[in-house]
């Protein structure tokens, strides 16, 4: 390991490059990044030209043929060289990204990261076999998978690192060549990884951009581009759905959600409070599959709503790199003075909250208190619209028949958590939920092998698992007479 270090490592002193055909490459200008406990800079990252995009896609497109021809097993131990060469520096990327999306290094971006490079060799082992339709002495017909070819993959700031791997490592294993973009909120960790990259996989296979909205939408019209992948906000996925629809790309879209929690009528809901919320705090509510709606049978809403707050006044708000912090700030500007506005709503419309509700005008973070608003209207903002911070509406329902009407009465269909003691009675409602994701007795945990994806404008398409790794395929029809 300590060979394998110095021969591919990522140098995390030196100034951040885009990684194009498979060189470190300098841009003619930067933007900053910004720590988000502090909003002071924390590095200067390159702003990628047209002409450098382009050059990715080139690149990417003459790496194709090669790397398409090798055997699943030789590809498979390219990403496995990569893998060890992140595991070799783990500990540095852990801080980093810490330091530039905010979540505590100590608890969630350890993990974060834990989660993610154990994944890659998981994946890197997947096959996509020959089907055989049909086998006789006469006639043989198969369904083969071919790779597309020049995979685009746009990634969101909320899980930096994981979602590079996430993005790319599917794409390669089936034989496709790779850009990836970045937010520009969060591109550290990714031009790090792509200093790995250049020293482990073959030039132009893989390849790293980073810059604004604009490269993300000339990627997505990108003639040579066969794919895009993203994963960010519905309104965004629109964008890229319209843009690509000039060469008829192949999309993959994981995109928002406004996912339930129900705690049903029998539902434990002394012992669940920690699990319910986390699963709608972790990260700092600053995830697409975090409970956004937590439905509370009327009978034990009060109690159970005292007894959250009390649960979620414990957990401490702060700066990530401190070891005493629970939840870090929210990760951009942006992101904040959404939700500002959003408090500012709960506040005019005279919704009680049960615990914190005030953004401190005066920190320099994004820091934004753990707030719960006890039994909002249904159609008020909170109860309709994303957040995508740490703020949760818990409401207050009659009977299943109206909590399932609730739940299901959204454009949005990511992921729902049931709670109840009939383990039955819960998968008969899980099974009545519109989402693509539904955890019964326990918060979001994701096999590898579990397809991924959403209903209506939560997405388009799935990720992981076998149906995943076929989604980034095309399927062959091959008919032989004998």
């Known amino acids: 390991m300590d060979t394998l270090r110095t021969s591919a490592a990522a140098d995390f002193d030196a100034p951040y490059g885009l990684l194009i055909d498979g060189k470190i490459i300098e841009s003619n200008s930067t933007f900053d990044v910004f720590n988000p406990a502090s909003n ?48 070799a520096q783990k500990e540095e990327f852990i801080t980093l990204l810490s330091l530039e999306q905010g979540k505590p290094r100590h608890s969630q971006a350890d993990f974060e990261v834990n989660l993610a490079n154990p994944w890659i060799p998981k994946t890197a082992k997947s096959r996509l076999g020959v089907e055989v339709i049909e086998d006789t002495d006469v006639h043989r017909v198969e369904v083969r998978r071919a790779p597309l070819g020049v995979v685009g993959a746009i990634i969101p700031w909320n899980y930096p ?55 993300g939408r000339l990627l997505t019209e990108h003639p040579d581009v066969g794919m895009i992948t993203f994963t960010g906000s519905t309104a965004t996925g629109k964008r890229i759905m319209a843009s690509g629809a000039g060469t008829v790309k192949r999309i993959t879209l994981e995109l928002g959600g406004n996912d339930p929690a129900i705690l049903l009528p029998d539902a434990d809901w002394k012992s669940v409070v920690p699990s319910v919320f986390w699963s709608a705090f ?87 208190p753990v707030t719960v608003v006890d039994n909002p209207p249904e159609d008020s903002r909170i109860v309709t619209e994303e957040p995508f911070g740490p703020i949760v509406p818990i409401i207050a329902y009659d009977n ?83």
């Open 40 to 87: 002071e800079v924390l590095a200067q990252a390159p702003d990628a030209s047209p002409e450098q995009l382009n050059d990715a896609v080139a690149a990417a497109k003459r790496a194709f043929p090669a790397w398409a021809a090798l055997s699943w097993e030789e590809r498979e131990a390219f990403i496995v060289k990569l893998y060890e060469a992140l595991e």
């Open 282 to 368: 972790g990260n700092s509510g600053q995830w697409c599959i975090a409970a956004k709606r937590i439905y509370t049978h009327k009978s034990f809403h009060d109690d159970f709503v005292k007894a959250f707050a009390d649960y979620a006044s414990q957990q401490k708000v702060g700066d990530g790199m401190d070891p005493t912090s629970v939840l870090g700030p929210v990760n951009n500007r942006m992101q904040f003075n959404k939700l500002v506005e959003m408090f500012e709503d709960v506040k005019a419309n005279g919704y009680k909250i049960a615990l914190g509700g005030d953004i401190d005008p005066n920190s320099k973070g994004n820091f934004v």
């Open 400 to 482: 299943v028949e109206e909590v399932i009407a609730k739940a299901n009465g959204t454009p949005f269909g990511l992921g729902a958590t049931i709670w109840g003691r009939d383990r039955a009675q819960a998968e008969a409602v899980a099974d009545r939920i519109d989402a693509g994701n539904v955890w019964v007795n326990e918060g979001q945990n994701h096999p590898i092998n579990a397809p991924f994806g959403g209903h209506k404008q939560s997405g388009l398409s799935v990720e992981h698992g076998g149906e995943g790794l076929a989604s980034h395929t095309n399927s062959k029809t091959v008919m032989i007479h004998k």
């Open 161 to 215: 690192y994981l979602h590079v791997l996430w993005k790319s490592v599917p794409a390669l294993i089936t034989g496709n060549t790779v850009v990836l973009k970045p937010s520009p909120y969060t591109p550290l960790c990714a031009l790090k990884i792509g200093e790995i990259v250049a020293k482990v996989l073959p030039a132009g296979v893989f390849n790293i951009v980073t810059g604004g909205n604009d490269l």
